[in-house]
């Protein structure tokens, strides 16, 4: 089984993604975290003893990078998704299988503060993978930390990741091939729904973040 480590949600500015999750948690996220080499910053909160929720956007007062920024925030496409609303747009795993390496760019060194790590993005490969199947959220990006993780500096708090959710319709049969190689992620669930709906309603997948407030005992969907 795949390690989760870290859970994204993109937004037009990380001011409005700061807003949403504040409002829905009901708490403060971290203090603004910057990647200098991918032209980001970023916020963050703990949701389990080893996982957190990114919050990331484009930095507007960064230079932008020669390369393609991660999480496919260059694309048109997802940037006209995230001015409507924050979304989730991806995850981040440990990887358990060498042979997925094939279907990715190498491995890059990042960093953000005292925080350093090795990243990998997907690739099309126009078999298994395509750009639509990139854009969707689904193929997670791949990490390793070189540095000690952060979550384990995150302050504590009372809420704790059930589930991710990713409910699927028949437009989305032909992910079920790449779904079956990846195997088992932690944390992760797919729900087939045995109904086609117009593409331009619901193209991607839908994406359901399941958190337990401990405190309220009470449930959290983002």
């Known amino acids: 089984m795949h390690k989760l ?33 991918m032209g980001t910053h970023n916020r963050v909160i703990k949701i389990g003893e080893n996982i957190y929720l990114e919050v990331i956007a484009i930095d507007p007062n960064a230079n932008k990078p020669k390369h393609f920024r991660w999480f496919n925030l260059d694309n048109k496409k997802q940037q006209a998704r995230l001015k409507k609303s924050p979304q989730i747009i991806g995850y981040v795993i440990e990887n358990q299988n060498p042979d997925m390496l094939k279907f990715y760019n190498p491995f890059f060194e990042a960093s953000r503060g005292n925080y350093c790590w090795e990243f990998a993005m997907p690739k099309s490969d126009d078999t298994l993978i395509n750009d639509e199947l990139i854009e969707s959220g689904l193929v997670p990006s791949l990490i390793k930390w070189k540095s000690k993780k952060p979550v384990y500096k995150m302050l504590n708090n009372h809420f704790e990741l059930e589930k991710i959710k990713i409910e699927l319709t028949q437009n989305h049969i032909e992910y079920k091939s790449y779904i079956n190689y990846l195997g088992d992620v932690e944390k992760l ?28 005992n009470s449930i959290i969907s983002l």
């Open 5 to 37: 480590d870290h859970i994204v949600l993109g937004c037009n500015t990380l001011r409005e993604g700061t807003d949403y999750v504040e409002e829905k948690l009901g708490l403060s996220l971290s203090e603004i975290g910057y990647h200098h080499h």
């Open 189 to 216: 669930e797919y729900i087939f729904k045995d109904k086609t709906e117009a593409l331009s309603l619901n193209k991607y997948p839908k994406f359901n973040i399941i958190i337990n407030d401990k405190k309220k």
